[in-house]
């Protein structure tokens, strides 16, 4: 089964009297152990199909179907549910929550109505967090915590849920290139180790080996 | 764990300005209250106290105490009435009362009593030169055992115990023998000099199962309308200035816990502003609006919980400095009544802030 | 135009900062129309009457009412050396009918002629027979106009009004000046049983060349018994009054803090917010002066809003609430505290002014947004 299914996925968005197509007729198939990079220049309508996927915009055709489930006519509150159980974010500018530590900014996910207790949420979240080598820093708050190690926990916040598929934006740009690559060494082996599926967004073709599959889009146009 | 709570513990001081303001607001409210039941109290405990059930002026007298005058004939007209099991005489005179070695007066509501008030023994008795002292002259420097020289006769008069929430018209209560009272009434205004076995007024037991306005009417016929006849409440509402000053002070309290309101949804519009950010990721990984505003909702009712505590130990802290002549007394209720209109006006002010956190788009966080 | 545009783009925050203040000038504004009102009705009597010194008995503790003066003292104390002329000033609260209802009302029994006279009379002329008495022209309305007749309940002795004074009420009642004699005959037909009719006070003037102050210390020293005060200690001090005053400051001090923290605060949180912002302005070239003039032109208008709003309010709220007494707002009392307000929120924000003062430029540089939210 695909970990990600995109059939004619169209995004329009209405500006004035003109109609701006951020995706068009996109057609993707993720599968459930399969990294996938999405290559494209800024503009290019790479973010529009990272946020469709994910749930944060619904298509305005076709349909979206993400481990199984149906998402394209979720309303708001079963695609807010969706986001909670069934994938995972790792966003472009790590937005961990200030006031949490590493062990906290993990467990937030658990808070939002998980049927897991707050116990087997807390060991799964330091299980995360040792095998993502940051078991020192459990306690520490992200301002205490370099840029790679922020990053890090952002990704053991993505894999909290036990997501089918996981959605990473831009993991990379924010860092110099020798930590960026440790950082996608990282992202690889978590996500290969648990036969979970990836779409990674980037611009920076140098990060496409890690990926089993490269895919570039240009002006909302998928090209292998 | 809640994300609300948490940030309220890791990051109190982002808190502390919405709550520096609540915590004046508090003190505010808390004077204000203590004053509004402190004049209350101060003015009517002598009726308050009384053990009758109704209180029975001449009609003459507008229902003040001190121009009433109720003669033997009219109070044994009062007695025949059916449902009065007993009535007491009362009277009162305001005058001041020197204590031993100083030169200042303390205001004295010297009163006669035949019918024990709530906060006396039943059996009690007292000498022509013995009095039962409120409570509160005990600000004043007043203790059992002092010597009083009492009114412009300077009639000695020895406190023997304590009474408590008797004042009146914001003197304190000083409890004598009827035939004391006369004399200190005669010596200190001969105008109104009244004689023996007259009152001014009368407390009127009921029998169990009287209904006191049934009563009252019926009293009143029974003296041809020489008498005006009311129940406790409605002889201490009847008090001068009681009503204005209630509806006042209730305006005052009221607009306060407004401007409680204003502030708090200031602040915490203020704080949702710097938080869109925070919150577009957390709805991105699965929080709902709801959950997100509820916290705030609740970070706002901690924030009033906790300054309307520090407020009251403030309040507490003013009350020992304040001077025994500003009336003010903390009442649990009325803390109860400032501490549920903060919280609500405080849960009201966050709610300003609910369009703006349902608005906030998760798909903001990216790109 | 930055100043103005900001409010323009956040109306909700501008509007809640604007309407707190607002209700808290009215507070403040109507709190002290009420002190004044009040204070007035319960001593304008006081303060209104030709006798600069009032001596009271000792035990009356500076209250009129539980004040009496017996012939012996009054004869000592018309005896002080410095006394220019004295005279008996009687006050007692009798029940009046007017207009057919029967109301409270304090009389004063005067000497004509002498001190303790009603010295506001603003119509008609001072009553001369004992039938004859002066009322307030706040109660004109309630039947004690000029020409009205009202009676007293005990006693059925009635009164024809000739003339009406202002601002000399007391104890927040009806308040009738008659002769002394007129006012031993009400006395005495109220209460058969008195034995004698005594003035409450002595209202004293002092002789040339002695102050009032001058002559109240001889009096306290000269006579046992009495209590000596000035005019306006009589009014300041006079029972409840004072702790009324001490009240209504504490309240009013309270609010103005207040008033300080929030608006000092609110500046403070929307400067922090926008550093960035402020930053790029100065780095663009931006003096610092025009962004503390932004900053000032904010708080000017939030506060001349909060001012208007307050105003309006408490001059509705005068104009609704007759709560027993009549409240009137005086121009005065309202342009001290819009300057007390302006003050205080500049003291308030002169924090946040500093902080704007001193933004650096060059941070533009070293301040490049991570992005992230710590």
Redesign the interface.
Known sequence: MAALELSSVRKTYTSGDAEIVALDHATLEVGDDEILALVGPSGSGK?TL??IS?G??TPSEGTVVVGGQDISTYSA?QL??F???SVG?V??????????TAR?NL???N???SSRS?KDAKARAEKLLDELGLSHRVDN???QMSGGE?QRVAIG?ALM?EPALVLI?EPTS?LDTKLGEQVMELIVSEVKSRDTAAVIVTHDQRMTRYADRTVTITDGVLAA | MKLGLVELRRKPLRFAIAGSSLVLLSVLLLFLGGLLDGLFIGSTGLLRSQPGELVVYSSDAKDSLIRSRIDPEVRAKVEAVPGVSATGGIGVALVGGQLPDKTDLVNLSVTAFQLPVSSMPSDVSLAPDQALADRSLQAFGVDVGDTLLVGSAKTPITVTGWVSDTDYLQQGGFFVQPDTWREVLADSRPDSNLPPDTFQGLTVKLDSGADATTVADAIDAATGGATSTLTKSEAVQALPGIKEQNSTFSAIIYVTLFVAGLVVALFFALLTLERIGLYSVLKAIGASSRQIFGGVVIQAVIVALVSFVIGGVLMWLLTLVLPAEIPVAMEPARAVQIAVGLVVMSALGAAVSLRRVVRVDPASAIG | MLAGKEIRRAKLRFGLLSGAVGLLVFLILFQQALLGSLLLSFTGALENQSGTVLVFSEEARKNVSGSVILPPEQAQIAAVEGVGSSAGLAEGTFTIEAKGTDVDASIFGFQPGGPGEPTRLVEGRLPTTPTEAVASKEDASDGFGLGDTVTSVDGGITLTIVGLTERSRFSVAPTLWVTFDGYTALRKASNPDATAVLPSVIALTPAPGVSASQLAASVNEQVDGVQALTRSQAVNEAPGVSSVNTSFQLILVLAFLVVAVVIGFFFLILTVQKQSTLTVLRAVGAPTSYLVKALLKQIFLVVGVGLVVGILLTLGAVKGASAGLPISLEPTTMVVTAVGVVLLSLVGSLFTLLRVGRIDPADVMNRQNAGGLA
Request: no cysteine.
């Open positions: 973010t990272l946020s994910g944060l915009l509150k807010t549910a986001r909670r159980d974010f966003f472009q500018a790590v937005n961990l929550v200030p006031f949490l906290e467990m937030i996910v808070d939002f109505g707050h708050l992200p301002g922020r916040r849920n934006d924010a």
